[in-house]
């Protein structure tokens, strides 16, 4: 297509897909999220049809060249909001932490730095549960959110009362609160909690790996668990060029001078030399 010799940052696949304009708070602008989805979402991508790519070999000893658009990658994220706008002729709007079927449905404040739980309240169940554990007197008698239709009305009320309780609860008493009652909710984790936390220990989520650059580090293990054939993370990501000669000599036969011209060229290398826009 018309965008095929553009280079492809994920930093910029969530705003050419749509993906951005969907992203924030109502009445405010597109926001880009915190991390590069259309990165991963293409190598997940990628790593699937090559699997059928090499079945079909593996079947008719055939090879095939394969297409794998970064863009479209992302834009097949994007499938609920499409087909809203074909059947409603309306976009959808941005919601933030909120929900387009029930409220409450946000992250709210509770004691710290930066430290925050989200809840959510999907059905009139739980939404008494909510308000029982809130403990304000004719909360949940209160007109304003009698029925799902007026607490999303009446959401910036709503989160209000919400946010002036939580402000004075701990994260993780105040998530085992509601969880025991039924009422969805869990703690925001950062970085450090992550790496704490018991449930991702207990499976071992982090695995720590031994970078030629920054030393033993914990990394996201893979995934998964496999009985038969339980996988492991090996070794680190290899360095920019690690493994030119072995691909570019073993593999594709080329001399060493060959290969040192190439280098020269800057065509590889082992140092990063910026980006070029094309």
Partial sequence: GPWKSYLGYGIGQEQLSGMAHMTGYR???PMKSGINHGDPITGSHAAGVLLAALRYRRKTGKGMFIDVSQQESSVALMGPEVL???????????QGNRSGWYAPANSYPCVGDDRWVTIAATNEE????????????????????????QRRANHDELDKIISKWTISQEVYSVTQKLQKVGVPSGPVLRG?????????????????????????????????????????????????????????????????????????????GTKPTGSRII
């Fill in 84 to 94: 809203a706008y074909q059947m409603t002729g309306q976009e959808p709007e941005r």
């Fill in 27 to 29: 009445g405010e602008g």
């Fill in 126 to 149: 739980q939404w008494q549960s909510l308000t029982e554990i809130m403990g304000i007197p004719g909360l949940s008698d209160d007109a304003r959110f009698a029925t799902v239709e």
């Fill in 192 to 268: 450090p909690d992550l790496l704490k936390d018991p449930h991702y220990q207990d499976r071992g989520t982090f695995v720590t790996v031994d970078h030629p650059l920054v030393g033993p580090k914990q990394y996201p293990g893979i995934p998964w668990r496999m009985s038969a054939t339980p996988g492991q993370v090996r070794w680190p990501s290899p360095t920019l060029g690690q493994h030119n000669s072995e691909v570019y000599s073993e593999l594709l036969g080329l001399t060493g001078i060959e290969i040192e011209k190439l280098d020269e060229a800057g065509i590889i």
